[in-house]
């Protein structure tokens, strides 16, 4: 995690990450899941790094039972979701940042019913050994922006306000 103009680490930043179980349903969905399943809150280091454990996400259909369903149906569109995992990421002085990252092998990555897979938001998840409780490694440097250099640049955001 650094400032994206200076490069510097940024330390203290708040890590908020969650993502549905294999089933493909969030624990608010799943009676057998205790609540905050596959949710967490990190906080970078010093250095800017962050680690934590996780699944690897899977494809899962959205309810089709409602409007989102409703249009798609009229649409001629599956319900998948490509396999992704949400971060919202703050801390002071910098805007937040609100993404997904999503799994670049996953079968829906091309056709992904929300239209929010991107080029930039696809991520390998590598093989790993010498962890037992891993099978799979994901590295991944966010890069954020300064209220000021958000303001100055464009980059609008909650804690930015438009240039008048």
């Given at each position: 995690m650094?400032?994206?103009?200076t490069?510097?680490?940024v330390a203290?930043a708040?890590?908020?990450v969650?993502?549905t ?7 608010q969905?799943?009676l057998d ?7 967490g809150?990190?906080t ?11 699944l690897?996400p899977?494809?899962y259909?959205?309810p ?7 249009l798609l149906?009229l649409?001629d569109r599956?319900?998948?979701r ?6 919202v990421i703050?801390t002071?002085?910098h805007?937040?940042v609100?993404t997904?990252l ?8 091309a056709?992904?019913a ?6 930039d938001?696809l991520?390998e998840?590598v ?12 590295l ?5 922006a ?6 100055e640049?464009s980059?609008l955001?909650?804690?930015a306000?438009?240039?008048?």
């Amino acid at each position: 995690m650094a400032d994206y103009k200076t490069g510097v680490p940024v330390a203290g930043a708040e890590l908020d990450v969650w993502h549905t179980a294999p089933n493909g349903l969030y624990e608010q969905q799943d009676l057998d899941q205790v609540d905050s399943n596959l949710r967490g809150r990190f906080t970078s280091s010093k250095d800017g790094r962050y680690s934590f454990y996780c699944l690897r996400p899977t494809s899962y259909p959205i309810p089709i039972d409602g409007p989102a369903g409703r249009l798609l149906k009229l649409l001629d569109r599956h319900p998948m979701r490509s396999g992704h995992i949400h971060f919202v990421i703050k801390t002071p002085g910098h805007k937040s940042v609100i993404t997904q990252l999503f799994d670049r092998n996953d079968t829906h990555v091309a056709d992904d019913a929300a239209f929010a897979t991107k080029q930039d938001l696809l991520v390998e998840f590598v093989p790993m050994s010498g962890d037992l409780q891993a099978r799979f490694e994901l590295l991944y440097d966010f890069w954020l922006a300064t209220v000021d250099d958000a303001n100055e640049n464009s980059l609008l955001g909650k804690e930015a306000t438009p240039k008048s």
